[in-house]
Every structure is written in structure tokens, then in C-alpha cells.
């Protein structure tokens, strides 16, 4: 079976005068259809760029080796179009920030009707009442007045069910959420992580989640096909089955997470508990433990 994602050696690095900068290191995966693929990772671990050139949206600058490929097709097409194509139809972007995706000037209902314009041949009446629909469908309550708001009418919470909203207009396979609940308060964060898990039931998209919070991952990559990654220095020193990962590590790095307080986030930094000769190490390539579950051991 294809995979829907799949990269093979990726890197990224970015060049700093005569120094380079390796920011994602020799990163393989597989995503298959209807599955979630959750990136747990401290901050600075290379998190966002690895998801953002995963869709072929990598920063300015950065030097990418290896290779992505999208239902079988480079993701990153010679031509803007045709990515503009594949990024809004086929692949929806969720940022931790929805103030950078919503447009402050403009109201709920004109941005959703704007997107659905470009996915769904319907009049003007009839893109209305699908954006409503689409309110509803990320459960906002009263979406009819909330499609007459501006983004800064809204509560944070709010603001993320509609970016959600927006990026599953053109009814994308894989849906990229790179820390969706990060900058909203503990309970409404949970509810949006809920809302991306039953969306993924309901519409059958796969799921990239990038998240520093292990609770989160746990919360969201609890399906049979699900998998976690961990990733420290652009690495992914531990992945595999959500499940083996998350109760079984084989990783002393994963491990050390899992020891952390149990429900807690990997505080912005570094995690305290882990040993710095275990942060430190010149981790190698991976190396296949069990089926589908890899991990990187200490270069020799
Ligand atoms: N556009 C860029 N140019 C140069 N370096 C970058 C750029 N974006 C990110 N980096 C560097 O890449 C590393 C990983 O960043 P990032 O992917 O944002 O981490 P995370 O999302 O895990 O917190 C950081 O050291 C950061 O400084
Ligand atoms: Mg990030």
C-alpha cells in the first residue's frame, strides 16, 4: 500500500556565513491514510520545519536533501501553481497561532466563502450556508452570527475551530496542525485536540500533529495505525507505533519524557530531566527494532 506522506533521508539545513546549520537530520516516514502522525519534540528540536517542508513550504533558505513525495508525487512541484494547488485542495495547514491564517480585516463568513469559492462550484446564497455548515462542523455555537464577526471578536479557542475550519475547506487528505493547542489555556487546548480527533473520524483526513507536550500526543495518536516520533536535534531518535512508543519506549531519550511528570508539558527549553550526555550524544541513524518501530543509537 502506498503511503499517503513519505519522506525518505530528509534534511534540512540552513547556511549561516561559512557555518551550516543542520536542522532536520535524515528523517524517513510513512503516513498512511486516516492515521495521525505526532511529532513530539522540545522547542527548538526542528519541529515546525520539518512539518513545513514535509508540504513543501520549507523557510527561505533552507537546503533540503532527500526526498517527500505526496500520494506518490514530489511535494514540492517545479511550479507555485501547481503547489498552491496541491497545499489547498489536498493538504490543509493548521499554525499554533490562527491569527497568522485568519485575516483580521475581513469576517469569518468572507474568508470561509472566499475558500470554499475556489473548492465548490455554488452561488453566493449557497457558499452562506455552507460556511455555517462548516461552523457547525467544528462545532461553533451560534455560527450564524459568528460568520458576521472579525477574527477579534472571537476567543482564542474560537479563532482556532475557525482556522480548522478554513484548512478543511477543499476537504484535504492530510491535515498539518503544528502545535494547534500550544497557545490556548489547558481545557479549551484539550477541547481543540478532541475536535482534530473526531474530525479525522468524520472525514477520514491523516493527520501530522507537532506538539512539545506529551499528554497532547498521547491524546491524539491513540488509534491502532497512529504513530508517534521523537525528535531531538532534527533527529528522530524514537518512532514507531503510538502505542510501543508511548508504554514501551526503546529510546533512553523517550524514556526520560515518559518519566517526566506524566501529564505535564515539556516546558518551553529543555526538559530538566534529561541528562545532558543523553542530549548531547552523537546520535546515529535508525535502526529497526520491531516492525515499524525505529530507533537511533549512539554513534560509535
Ligand atoms: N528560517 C530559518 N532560518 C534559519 N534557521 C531557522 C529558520 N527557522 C528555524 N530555524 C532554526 O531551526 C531550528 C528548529 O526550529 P523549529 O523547527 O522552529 O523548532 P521547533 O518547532 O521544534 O520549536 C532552530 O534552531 C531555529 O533557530
Ligand atoms: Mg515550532
Not at 52 to 79: D, H, K, M, Q, Y
Not at 136 to 141: A, G, L, P, S, T
Request: positive net charge.
Amino acid at each position: 500500500m502506498t503511503a499517503l506522506l513519505q519522506a525518505r533521508n530528509l534534511g534540512v539545513s540552513f547556511r549561516y556565513g561559512s557555518r551550516t546549520s543542520q536542522v532536520v537530520r535524515d528523517v524517513s516516514l510513512d503516513i498512511p491514510e486516516r492515521s495521525v502522525f505526532a511529532v513530539l519534540g522540545e522547542s527548538g528540536s526542528g519541529k515546525t520545519v520539518l512539518a513545513r517542508t514535509l508540504i513543501g513550504l520549507e523557510p527561505a533558505g533552507a537546503e533540503v536533501r532527500g526526498s517527500v513525495e505526496f500520494s506518490g508525487r514530489p511535494t514540492r512541484p517545479a511550479r507555485p501553481a501547481a503547489r498552491r494547488k496541491l497545499l489547498g485542495r489536498e493538504i490543509g495547514l493548521v499554525s499554533q497561532d490562527p491569527a497568522a491564517s485568519l485575516d483580521a480585516m475581513r469576517t469569518v463568513g468572507a474568508q470561509l466563502a472566499e475558500v470554499l469559492r475556489r473548492h465548490e462550484r455554488l452561488d453566493r446564497r449557497a457558499r452562506r450556508d455552507e460556511a455555517v455548515r462548516r461552523l457547525e462542523q467544528v462545532h461553533i455555537r451560534q455560527p450564524e452570527q459568528v460568520v458576521r464577526k472579525y477574527p477579534s471578536e472571537l476567543s482564542g479557542g474560537m479563532r482556532q475551530r475557525v482556522s480548522i475550519a478554513l484548512a478543511l475547506c477543499g476537504r484535504p487528505r492530510l491535515l498539518v496542525a503544528d502545535e494547534p493547542s500550544s497557545a490556548l489555556d489547558a481545557i479549551v487546548g484539550a477541547r481543540v485536540v478532541d475536535l482534530l480527533d473526531e474530525l479525522r473520524c468524520t472525514t477520514g483526513t491523516s493527520i501530522v500533529f507537532v506538539t512539545h507536550d506529551i499528554g497532547v500526543a498521547a491524546r491524539i495518536a491513540h488509534e491502532p495505525q497512529d504513530r508517534v516520533a521523537v525528535m531531538l536535534h532534527g533527529r528522530f531518535v524514537e518512532h514507531g507505533p503510538a502505542a510501543e512508543v508511548l508504554t514501551r519506549p526503546r529510546h533512553a531519550y523517550t524514556a526520560c519524557l515518559l518519566a517526566g511528570e506524566p501529564s505535564a508539558a515539556i516546558p518551553r527549553g529543555e526538559l530538566a530531566t534529561v541528562p545532558r550526555e543523553l542530549r548531547d550524544a552523537d546520535w546515529g541513524p535508525p535502526r529497526q527494532v520491531a516492525d515499524g518501530h525505529w530507533v537511533c543509537e549512539e554513534a560509535a
